[in-house]
């Protein structure tokens, strides 16, 4: 089965091309065009709020991404740790015992 075709912004579907296709032949003709012409119009402009919408999100996330890249950064150029205590063995945690 072959992989389902990418769409773009232009590949939506409105009425256009019913309204591009009939002209106003009359009152009641250019009233129905004007009715088309209007739900294009209103379809469009929630698809660019949409759009609007993703490009706040993707830009509030490239933000976080450059400011976490710079703290990154920092550390990875920061003077390693100091060296464990002598007998520590790397990933053993000692624990006291408390007596009650």
């Given at each position: 089965m072959p992989a389902p075709k990418m769409r773009s912004l232009?590949?939506?579907?409105?009425?256009?091309?019913?309204?591009?296709?009939r002209k106003a032949r009359s009152r009641a003709g250019a009233l129905l065009e004007l009715s088309a012409l209007a739900t294009e119009k209103e379809l469009l402009t929630r698809e660019l709020d949409r759009w609007h919408q993703?490009?706040?999100?993707?830009?509030?996330?490239?933000?976080?991404?450059?400011?976490?890249?710079?703290?990154?950064?920092?550390?990875?150029?920061?003077?390693p740790a100091a060296a464990p205590a002598p007998g520590a063995v790397p990933g053993e945690l000692k624990v006291k015992s408390f007596e009650y």
């Open positions: 232009r590949s939506i579907r409105t009425v256009r091309s019913l309204v591009d296709g993703r490009k706040r999100e993707i830009e509030t996330r490239l933000a976080e991404i450059a400011e976490k890249e710079q703290r990154l950064e920092v550390a990875a150029k920061a003077p």
